[in-house]
């Protein structure tokens, strides 16, 4: 089975701290994401990877940068958190084209619920 | 660009019924695929149900089935037989053709619809 692991469950932080969620994949897939959940709003995507040190803006990048140095592993950075940046972050991965399958799945991690006070 | 509408934020149903969840989408494109995942209260998200646009069989895995109306641009969820291990927030999903240039997809969730398992 495929394994999407978010280094914390919940977070609590003050504004103005840097933050980094870390999320770690076991699959070997080529693409990350990271999306923002917020009630009545869905998820939205901040950044994708799709290899290596690629990345890519979502619909929500303002606030946020990424780092994968790593295939497996794919971090979200929070320079100076904001109290609206307060939400649950979800990480997903797959795999692209015919490798990842025709409906090329996502794979979510367990999230992490992040409180900027 | 392409949206996906969910217009009911929360559902009940009694247990043993049939619910049925509504989404609908807005696109140009010919090719694309469209998901329902669950995600249960905190617990990560699961895929449920997929079905391939060009497919104008509904897609079903055991209790869980859907209506895919492409012209009407409709893709809505049927649990039969709900149990209470069904309660969780469901989203739709929709997955664009693919970027050429990136070689990438592009993936549109809905709002969420949360549904409630009575006893």
């Known amino acids: 089975d495929v394994k999407v692991t978010q280094s914390s469950r919940y977070l609590v932080k003050r504004t103005g701290e840097k933050v980094f969620l870390e999320c770690v994949q076991d699959?070997?897939?080529?693409?990350m994401f990271w999306y923002r959940q917020d009630p009545g709003l869905g998820l939205r995507l901040i950044y994708f990877?799709?290899?290596?040190?690629?990345?890519e803006k979502g619909d929500i990048p303002e606030g946020y940068s990424v780092s994968r140095e790593k295939k497996e592993r794919f971090s979200l950075i929070l320079e100076s958190a904001s109290t609206n940046q307060t939400s649950m972050y979800l990480c997903?991965?797959?795999?692209?084209?015919?490798?990842?399958?025709?409906?090329?799945?996502?794979?979510f991690g367990a999230g992490t619920r992040l409180s900027v006070l | 660009a392409q949206t996906v509408t969910q217009s009911q934020p929360e559902m009940s149903v009694q247990e043993a019924e049939t619910v049925t969840l509504s989404c609908t989408y807005d696109?140009?494109?010919?090719?694309?695929?469209l998901f329902w995942y669950k995600q249960p209260p905190s617990r990560q998200m699961i895929l449920v149900i997929r079905?391939?646009?060009?497919?104008?069989q509904n897609a079903t895995e055991n209790r869980f089935s859907v209506n895919f109306q492409k012209a009407a641009k409709s893709f809505s969820l049927k649990i039969s037989d709900s149990q209470l291990g069904d309660a969780a927030m469901y989203f739709c999903?929709?997955?664009?053709?693919?970027?050429?240039?990136?070689?990438?997809?592009?993936?549109?969730f809905g709002t969420g619809t949360r549904l409630k398992v009575l006893a």
């Open positions: 997903a991965s797959n795999s692209p084209g015919l490798a990842g399958g025709p409906a090329n799945i996502q794979y």
């Open positions: 699959m070997d897939h080529e693409n």
């Open positions: 990877s799709y290899d290596v040190k690629m990345k």
């Open positions: 696109t140009s494109e010919s090719d694309y695929y």
């Open positions: 079905q391939e646009a060009y497919k104008q």
């Open positions: 999903a929709y997955r664009s053709a693919l970027n050429r240039f990136s070689g990438t997809y592009k993936y549109i």
